[in-house]
């Protein structure tokens, strides 16, 4: 039988961390502010936003929740997101996905200021994941590295598996994975034999989106697995991509809820207060050059 990699003392360290840092940065007179945009229609997307703020709220960050119905132009939700890239104000941005299909989520994403995508959306962001330049990263891939790490696992030399291949997860995973020194296998829906390949992983990460994909006899007794997967089953549940079974094979498996996606939001709010930092880096940067050119 393994062990839960549970996130919640992890999460509750990130969390105090984010506080503090917020208190300071008040104390210095900068009030941390994050803006999310909320497109009606998505009842997840409307759970998530809402537990966001709450969040926001007990770590002394101000949050403003823009909710503007499905019908909204694209124009206009760019304007929006324009306008706080803009206001000096607003330090973070977040926009909540899907989107509804008359909006391109990447003209949405493009509006972001790269210093304020707390998601690691941005095209600057993106590529500063490929390269390991400065930026800001994506919450949960960062989540699933810091969750192994928490729980004493490293990565270096490692065979690593990862199912998924997507944007927000497996793509940013994979580059990230591999500036850890892991060797990465990436897995996706045209995979031929994707038990083999998770059998023979030091390391699983799942993202996928497919309830129980990953089935208790594809681990070993020295699996190690990272559940980032995230979907409705019956009643309401939440439930990962890996089944629970896989208790019983493996030697450690994070539990969704509860594990990857406990630990994202609140590296969410370290994100916005990195993001200050790169903002006012950026500042001081122009400044300088200034007074230079005088
Ligand atoms: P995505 O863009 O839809 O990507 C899903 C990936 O899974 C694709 O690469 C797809 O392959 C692959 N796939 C689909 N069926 C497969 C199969 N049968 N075998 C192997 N691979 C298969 O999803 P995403 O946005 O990256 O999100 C992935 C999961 O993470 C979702 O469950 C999402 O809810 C969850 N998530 C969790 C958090 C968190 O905080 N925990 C945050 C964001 C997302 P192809 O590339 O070939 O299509």
Redesign the pocket.
């Given at each position: 039988m393994g062990i839960w990699m549970n996130a919640k003392e992890t999460a509750a360290r990130v969390r105090a961390q984010a506080a503090e840092e917020a208190a300071r940065l008040r104390a210095e007179g900068v009030v941390p502010k994050v803006a999310a945009l909320l497109v009606e229609g998505d009842p997840a997307s409307a759970y998530y936003a809402n537990a966001k703020k709450k969040l926001a709220a007990s770590l002394g960050i101000e949050f403003v929740l823009a909710e503007l119905p499905r019908e909204t132009a694209e124009a206009e939700l760019v304007g929006l997101v324009s306008a706080w890239s803009r206001d000096e104000s607003v330090h973070g941005i977040m926009v909540e996905l899907p989107l509804p299909g008359h909006v391109s989520a990447a003209a949405v994403a493009a509006a972001i200021d790269p210093l304020k995508d707390v998601d690691g959306v941005t095209p600057a962001n993106k590529l500063a994941v490929m390269t390991g330049e400065a930026g800001l990263y994506p919450?949960?891939p960062q989540?699933c590295i810091l969750l192994l790490k928490a729980y004493g696992y490293s990565l270096e030399g490692k065979n690593v598996t990862l199912?998924?291949?997507?944007?927000?997860?497996?793509l940013p995973l994979f580059h990230m994975l591999q500036r850890e020194q892991a060797t990465v296998t990436v897995?996706?829906?045209?995979?031929a034999d994707?038990s083999r390949h998770v059998k023979q992983a030091d390391i699983v990460i799942a993202?996928?989106?497919?309830p129980g994909?990953l089935t208790a006899d594809m681990f070993h007794a020295g699996s190690v697995v990272v559940d980032?997967?995230?979907?409705e089953a019956e009643e309401g549940r939440v439930v990962g991509?890996v089944d629970a079974e896989a208790i019983h094979t493996a030697a450690a498996v994070s539990p969704v809820p509860g594990g990857?996606?406990t630990l994202?939001t609140a590296l969410l709010f370290v994100n916005a207060i990195r993001a200050i930092g790169l903002q006012q880096e950026a500042r001081r940067d122009v400044e300088t050059k200034g007074g230079a050119r005088a």
């Open positions: 919450a949960t989540s199912v998924g291949r997507g944007q927000t997860v497996g897995c996706h829906s045209r995979t994707l993202a996928v989106g497919r994909l980032a997967g995230i979907n991509d990857v996606g994202t």
